[in-house]
């Protein structure tokens, strides 16, 4: 049996451990909007996973494109929100600072622009420039035609204090554009590409990174708000290609997608066929450990914040227990998988990031059309930074 046919789930009962991520609840006070079609190519999207109230009958939407295995919200807050969410305190309350401090050691982005030898004179525009990290790397280096967009205000400011332009809202017109982890958090990623595609002139350049759909980790693309989708390399290529450009240089890792864009004026619009939804929903089976079990007892959902490895162990009632027994599992876990997150991701640095949440079992229990379903008893509670 295909496990497409399966369903898989949990009732989300409340975080335990989380690191660096906060929770936030989807009441009925943010206004929602739908995208239904993949933003890549535009595929009808199928329905992948469902979070649901079971007080309000609120539900929200995880689609997947079977074109490029594209994986995105169909209901999200909506852009407007997602601005003054950027815009406001709440998004890096409390990591408010002056000017870029620590070492910056480059990006994705940054090393394809010097991949591409692109000349000093060059206008370059950092969209979602942060403090300015990227854009200093490049004065360094002498680029001396900088810009930057940031939506946090606080952010912004702290950019021009060290010199650059850089407007919060509108996109200035530049040679190149680079968007480093920025394309995932977009309402509207058409919309804005659109906007630079007028601006440039043939030849002219996009680089883009992203974090790869097989790599992400699993509870970042289904509860993650800020990361409104998840992008392979084929939603990447029908995603420019429509508006003209072409990939000239492209690196892939299990966790991130580099690729640099060279407009060349010709939409690029290729017939791909519809893949097999196993391998993503495979991926999510093992990154939660959803298929091992089905008792209805309370247990652990773990995972890295950083490594898509994650699964679950059973929860104590007795809370000093649990807290003794969860402190020896992560130890041991950490150790146990430092290998296999070591090999994801290069480094043994993922294993720190050990995050879990208490969860009880639905499976088989709550009919529902989506392959993975998280009920909450109250309001849906997603994450961000
Ligand atoms: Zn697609």
Redesign the pocket.
């Given at each position: 049996m295909s496990i497409a046919n399966a369903n898989f789930g949990f009732v989300f009962e409340r975080p335990l451990a989380l690191k660096h991520w906060r929770t936030i609840e989807m009441g009925a006070d943010i206004p929602f909007e739908e995208q239904n079609v993949?933003p890549?190519?535009?595929?009808p999207l199928r329905l992948f996973a469902e979070h649901k109230s079971m007080q309000s009958e609120k539900t929200i939407r995880i689609g997947w494109?079977s074109?490029?295995?594209?994986l995105g919200y169909v209901d999200r807050p909506t852009s407007e929100w997602m601005a003054r969410f950027y815009a406001s305190g709440m998004w890096d309350s409390g990591k408010v600072r002056e000017g870029a401090h620590g070492v910056f050691r480059g990006n994705g982005v940054l090393a394809l622009l010097s991949e591409l030898s692109v000349g000093k004179e060059k206008t370059i525009c950092d969209i979602g420039c942060g403090y300015g990290e990227a854009l200093s790397f490049l004065k360094e280096r002498g680029f001396q035609n900088l810009s930057g967009v940031e939506y946090s205000p606080h952010r912004a400011r702290s950019a021009r204090s060290l010199g650059f332009p850089v407007m919060e809202l509108d996109v200035p017109s530049a040679q190149v554009f680079l968007l480093n982890h920025v394309l995932e958090h977009l309402s509207n990623p058409q919309q804005e590409l659109e906007k630079m595609s007028r601006m440039q002139s043939t030849g002219e350049y996009i680089i883009v990174a992203v974090p790869n759909v097989w790599g992400e980790v699993c509870m970042e693309i289904l509860s993650f708000l800020p990361h409104l989708h998840a992008f392979s390399v084929?939603?990447l290529i029908?995603l420019f290609g429509g508006f003209g450009y072409e990939a000239m240089i492209r690196k892939e890792s299990g966790k991130e997608i580099a690729i640099a864009f060279q407009k060349t004026g010709k939409k690029i619009v290729k017939s791909l066929s519809a893949h097999s939804i196993d391998p993503m929903l495979q991926k999510f089976v093992s990154g939660l450990g959803l298929k091992k079990h089905l008792s209805a007892r309370p247990r652990r959902l773990w995972w890295f914040r950083k490594a898509d490895v994650g699964g679950q162990t059973v929860l104590f009632r007795n809370s000093r227990l649990d807290a003794l027994y969860w402190k020896t599992f992560s130890f041991f876990v950490g150790y146990v998988l430092r290998w296999k997150v070591a090999r994801l991701m290069g480094t043994y640095r993922g294993q720190k990031g050990l995050q879990s949440t208490a969860i009880s079992g639905v499976q088989q229990s709550v009919p529902t059309a989506a392959p993975i379903t998280i009920l909450y008893e109250g309001n849906i509670t997603l994450f961000y930074k």
């Open positions: 993949c890549c190519d535009g595929s494109c074109v490029c295995n594209y084929d939603s029908a």
